[in-house]
């Protein structure tokens, strides 16, 4: 996946040039002069050219030329491939026990009886969802049949986690001295906010207990050398389709204005800047945050697009959801707008 700046409407970081004292700066500014990208060989764009800061290196990389890219230059150290020990991250163990501990999955004897419940549920709401067209009501992920392969499926996602430093949670987290659980009120959306229905309330849940149960959506999570860790489907997806709640831990947005975390997204924009709040998942989250967003800056990007994400009011808090908006087949790479509300993101290097 692309290395992440924010989906919010946050203003960028500091860059490297407003971080450092001013001695700092005058020395930067004439070892700069003459540094050009190892990747490209222009010196042009300065503002977007990073210095390594590897022992005696200061070789310069464009922050669009690195593969995964940079959106944002980052704070304190930043070490380019010359010096860094990029490798493939070291995959998450194939074994049933580890893998139920790292997701917290509940198995019991009255669980499975509940599944087959669930799935008998699931296929008679399918059935009247394509019957009835004009409701358009959202479905339920449809969870891979092979025991075996929703084994590495998670194994896929654990391992993309791990490598991030990130713990698995599947829902919104309120930690202490962040904004807590009253904070989170979807009528303060600026122009209103989507309410979700009682029955999409109940597809939502339903994706959720299934989850809880151990069986995960039909995605695998890939490492691409060009865009890093990046989400793939794993089997047919139909149209309007729960992928998954974007999680994380809930903030305000006002503590996070000159923060360089990867992958905040807007949970609640207000009226009242000050009220507004954004999920930051760099801490706890899930498959969310290595979804990969589309090159709204051109045709070809904007083609790729097969999710969109949506703020809904669910039982008056906000929610965040990545739902498909179109059939996407087994192998297709999922890609969402991170621009969908606020038209801020720099997309405009993505590959």
């Known amino acids: 996946m692309v290395v ?16 450092v004292d001013d001695d700092s700066d005058s020395a930067s500014d004439s070892e700069c002069g003459d540094v050009s990208c190892e990747e490209c060989g222009s010196g042009d764009s300065p503002a977007e050219l990073l210095l390594c800061d590897g022992c005696n290196c200061n070789r310069g990389y464009h922050l669009f030329c690195l593969r995964p890219i940079l959106v944002h230059v980052p704070k304190g150290k930043w ?3 010359c010096c860094s020990k990029n490798k493939k991250p070291k995959s998450f163990p194939l074994h049933q026990t580890k893998i139920s501990d790292f997701f917290r999955i509940k198995r019991s004897a009255d669980s499975l009886q ?13 059935s009247s969802l394509v019957m009835s067209k004009k409701k358009r009501r959202l ?9 075996t392969r929703r084994m590495q499926q998670m194994a896929s996602l654990a391992t993309a986690l791990t490598a991030t430093g990130t713990k698995f949670s599947n829902e919104l987290t309120y930690r202490p001295r962040m904004a807590p659980r009253s904070a989170n009120c979807a009528a303060l959306e600026q122009g209103g906010m989507q309410v979700l229905s009682k029955e999409d309330i109940e597809t939502l849940n339903l994706c959720k207990s299934m989850m809880d149960r151990g069986e995960c959506p039909p995605l695998m999570v890939v490492f691409d050398p060009q865009e890093g860790f990046t989400v793939e489907a794993d089997k047919f997806i139909r149209d309007l389709t729960i992928i998954t709640e974007y999680a994380g831990d809930v903030d305000y947005l006002k503590n996070r204005e000159n923060d360089d975390g990867d992958s905040m997204m807007t949970l609640l924009s207000a009226a009242n800047p000050s009220k507004s709040l954004v999920i930051c998942p760099d801490k706890h989250g899930n498959i969310a945050r290595f979804v990969n967003g589309i090159n709204n800056h051109t045709p070809d990007g904007r083609k790729k697009q097969n999710l969109k994400c949506v703020r809904y009011d669910v039982n008056g808090e906000s929610r965040v959801l990545l739902i498909a908006n179109r059939d996407i087949p087994k192998g297709e790479r999922l890609y969402y707008d991170y621009n969908g509300y606020e038209n801020e993101y720099p997309t405009e290097h993505f590959v």
Do not use: V
Request: hydrophobic share 20%; no cysteine; aromatic share 4%.
């Open 139 to 147: 479905l339920p992920f449809s969870p891979t049949e092979d025991h």
């Open 114 to 126: 509940k599944i087959n419940q669930d799935n008998r549920k699931r296929r008679r709401r399918a």
């Open 79 to 81: 070490f380019g491939p």
């Open 4 to 19: 992440l700046g924010r989906r919010t409407q946050a203003p960028k970081p500091l860059s490297r040039s407003q971080i």
